[in-house]
């Protein structure tokens, strides 16, 4: 039994598309000293750009399902917006190893007499969200693996499985700053 869990492990580790999966070691660092802001402004970070969202948004087959109903107060422009991203696929642990899992997202932007906050804040919401979430995952990941892969043969500590399983655990030791 220990022997076929070894060679899962040893399968997993080699045959992992690791490189697809994990950002470049330049991007993560970008990311650890200036947040979200600086690996969109980065050209270390060719994959993370924010879209040019200069026009109106056009609707997509996501947002067909979402639907938000506005009532326009004494101004004289609606200032409120609202964002609905009800597939959103992030990757995740799971016991079969990694799943993409499908989330969704809405929220409401007050505008608070101007509507150049909601207005931006609408428009990024998604990407800043779907930035963290994967730097935060690849951060655990690589940690679970690098830890597994240290303590080969596995001497009673638990399998890969039970380390990915365990994420949560891990992110709680490490102070991540989620306010970035």
Not at 112 to 118: I, Y
Not at 126 to 150: C, G, I, M, R
Request: aromatic letters at 8%.
């Amino acid at each position: 039994m220990s022997l076929k869990l070894l060679l899962l492990v040893l399968g997993f580790l080699v045959y992992s598309p690791r490189s697809n999966l994990g950002e470049s070691s330049t991007c993560l660092t970008v990311y650890k000293e200036g947040g979200a802001p600086a690996v969109f402004q980065s050209p270390k970070c060719p994959r993370w750009k924010i879209p040019n969202h200069s026009g109106e948004r056009s609707p997509t087959t996501a947002t067909g399902r979402c639907q938000s109903a506005v009532l326009q107060g004494r101004r004289k422009h609606m200032e409120d917006r609202t964002v609905c991203m009800l597939d959103l696929h992030i990757p995740f642990p799971s016991k079969i190893g990694v799943k993409e899992v499908s989330v969704g997202v809405v929220a409401v932007f007050d505008g608070h007499n101007g509507a150049e906050a909601s207005e931006m804040a609408s428009k990024l919401l998604l990407e800043y969200f779907a930035l963290h979430t994967y730097f935060l995952l690849d951060a655990t990941f690589s940690f679970v693996l690098k830890k597994q892969s240290s303590r080969l043969p596995n001497v009673g500590k638990g399998d890969i499985v039970f380390q990915v399983l365990n994420w949560d655990k891990e992110i709680g030791k490490h102070g991540l700053n989620f306010e970035r």
